[in-house]
Every structure is written in structure tokens, then in C-alpha cells.
């Protein structure tokens, strides 16, 4: 509400100041009113990202007095920790990873795809999150000293251009607004070297089985509750289009799709033979 009246005021100014200066003093205004925007947007996403350390760190404590560390840290990213973690590791074998790949795991949460990684994985992994009680446990679990885990400093990847073989965004872009996305994707394909694979989950109104959660979430009134976004196909040929990327492929969350080299059992009991799926949709970039 702030906001939208200090818009209207700002209209009423412009024209005001072309009644009465020229052309200089209207584009002062303009940059003045450019950079108070900037300002607006940094103070925006530092807000956002304290309240999410501090919703996260919360949920953890919460977590810890209900459970060993184990469970707390598996419940904490959702559950069916090793199951997810397996679909994730066999989605990079699908596409190519190679042992000495490098591998980059936004999001990477208490470790479902890096503890699947540490015995296969001789190349580098670097793991991100925003919190950093994830980070220090998902270090420890997988007690690999050669990997490199580091709070997310807002919507970049802080490593050498067309230096990863693999981007993972498992589980993130579900939580971010879209422009969010889109920067993390434009980072992303900086990163990601020449023939590389951006790999990421996604919520989409397309398919009924992911209807459930949109409702879920309209219906969760605690001003608190973490965002769930959707993403259409046509924003992700765009993006892609935008930055340079190649859409290998875009499977439903709903279909099996996934090769699996042994079977993959869900906390709830089901398990899945040959094939299998996360529940979100996944989708495949590449940097030609």
C-alpha cells in the first residue's frame, strides 16, 4: 500500500516538473527514482532471505525435539530421504554424469543427492543452501573434504564461468518468484560449461496430480507459510530462449521416467521397479 502511493505521488511529480523545468531536470527525477526502486528491491530481498534463514532455522529447532538428528534433518527436506535422493543421483546418470564430473547442487538441503554422490562422484560437488545447519550436517554426513558447501549469497553462483558439468536445482525454483528464477538460471548458464546440463524440479497447473498442492497452499492461512510456485511450460521455453539455453527434455512429475538401477523404496512403503518419478515435473537444459 506504501508502495503504490508513493508510485501515484511520483506520477503526480512528473507532471508537475514538466509544467515547470526541462528536459535535465525530468531525467534527474528519473534517476533519482530508478536507484530508490534498486534500493526498494535489495531491501525486498534481504528481508526475504532473513525470513526465510530464520522460518528454516526454526522449523530445525522444532524438528531436533521430536527427533534424532537423522529423521529431523530427513523430515526437515520433506521426507524419504534416501528415495528421493536415489531418483535425483539416477535423473544425473540418465543424463551422462560421468565420475569426474563437476557437479553443483542448488538447494542441495541436508544432502539427499550429495550422500548418494560421495561414493560414485570423483570430480567436484558444491553444495549451496540458505541455511546453514543443512550445510554443516550435510558436510559431516557425507565427510568429504574435497567438496565445497557455502550459504547461497542471494541468486548467483559464485563459480568460475563454463565450469560445471551439472547445475541441479532440485526442490528451489518451487519456492522462488519467477523473476528469482530467472536470474538463477541466467547465473546458471554462465556456470554451466558448453554441452553441460542445467537440471531442475518444477510445480505446474498441467497436471491434476500436482493440484493438490496449490490447494494446500491457498489454503494454509499462517501468514509465515513458505511459497509454492508454479511454472508453466511456456515460461521455460521463453527463459530458455532468453538465455541461449537448448531444451533437452521436460518430463511430467506424475509419469515414470526415470531408469533406475536397483529399486527405490518410499518412506510410505511403495516402491518403484525399472522406472520411476519424483512427483514434480523435471527439466532438462543445455548450453550448446
Not at 34 to 42: D, G, I, L, V
Not at 65 to 79: C, I, P, R, S
Not at 100 to 123: M, N, P, W
Request: hydrophobic share 40%; with cysteine; glycine share 6%.
Amino acid at each position: 500500500m506504501k508502495k503504490t502511493k508513493h508510485f501515484m505521488n511520483c506520477i503526480k511529480h512528473i507532471w508537475a516538473l514538466r509544467q515547470k523545468h526541462n528536459e535535465m531536470k525530468l531525467h534527474q527525477f528519473f534517476w533519482s527514482y530508478a536507484k530508490r526502486m534498486c534500493e526498494y528491491q535489495q531491501e525486498y530481498c534481504e528481508i526475504k532471505e532473513d525470513y526465510f534463514i530464520r522460518s528454516y532455522t526454526r522449523h530445525i529447532e522444532d524438528l531436533r525435539q521430536k527427533h534424532d538428528e537423522d529423521t529431523a534433518m530427513a523430515l526437515f527436506v520433506g521426507g524419504s530421504f534416501e528415495a528421493v535422493g536415489l531418483l535425483e543421483y539416477f535423473i544425473l546418470l540418465q543424463n551422462g554424469l560421468d565420475r569426474e564430473h563437476t557437479v553443483i547442487d542448488v538447494g542441495c538441503g541436508s544432502g539427499r543427492l550429495a550422500f548418494q554422490l560421495k561414493e560414485y562422484l570423483e570430480g567436484s560437488y558444491i553444495g549451496i543452501d540458505v541455511v546453514p545447519e543443512v550445510l554443516q550436517y550435510t558436510q559431516k554426513r557425507c565427510n568429504r573434504s574435497d567438496w565445497k558447501f557455502y550459504k547461497a549469497p542471494g541468486l548467483t553462483i559464485p563459480e568460475p564461468d563454463n565450469s560445471a558439468d551439472f547445475i541441479c536445482f532440485f526442490s528451489v525454483f518451487t519456492h522462488l518468484l519467477y523473476e528469482e528464477t530467472f536470474k538463477y538460471l541466467e547465473d546458471a548458464s554462465r556456470v554451466v560449461k558448453p554441452n553441460g546440463k542445467i537440471i531442475f524440479s518444477f510445480l505446474e497447473f498441467l497436471l491434476p496430480a500436482h493440484w493438490h498442492v496449490f490447494k494446500t497452499y491457498i489454503a494454509d492461512a499462517r501468514p509465515d507459510k513458505v511459497l509454492f510456485q508454479f511454472i508453466s511450460r511456456d515460461a521455460i521455453l521463453a527463459w530458455a530462449d532468453h538465455l541461449g539455453l537448448s531444451v533437452v527434455d521436460i518430463f511430467d512429475g506424475d509419469k515414470p521416467h526415470i531408469k533406475l538401477n536397483q529399486m527405490v523404496r518410499w518412506d510410505n512403503g511403495s516402491e518403484m521397479i525399472d522406472k520411476g518419478n519424483l512427483g514434480q515435473s523435471v527439466c532438462i537444459l543445455t548450453k550448446p
